[in-house]
């Protein structure tokens, strides 16, 4: 499965890995209770980066499946890459361009 799941009360923890094969690891919890599932990506064990929440329809059992279902399908998609120029790309547009003071990143012959 991929998925380490440590349960705790109404919190689980689980590592998964993204789509450049580096790790990340989710904390998912019960807030407001119980009402919806929220999960935060933890880097050095803090909460940043990421977050999802889903509702928890009453009287129904939390969605933790369709959650781990989006983290993964978030994590397998990348959205910024470095053109042939060393830009930064995402999807079409720009997001950031070396200055000129920088020198150009080393290409590879191939």
Do not use: N
């Amino acid at each position: 499965m991929g998925v380490d799941g440590v349960m705790a009360d109404k919190e689980m923890i689980d590592d998964y890995v993204d789509c450049a094969g580096e790790p990340r690891r989710f904390r998912l919890t019960l807030d407001a209770e119980g009402r919806f599932l929220d999960a935060i990506e933890l880097r050095d064990g803090e909460p940043q980066g990421l977050r999802f929440v889903l509702p928890v329809k009453f009287g129904e059992m939390p969605p933790w499946g369709e959650m781990r279902m989006r983290i993964r399908e978030r994590l397998a998609t990348r959205h910024i890459v470095h053109d042939q120029g060393g830009r930064l790309q995402l999807l079409t547009e720009v997001v950031h361009e070396p200055s000129a003071l920088s020198p150009p990143p080393a290409r590879s012959r191939r």
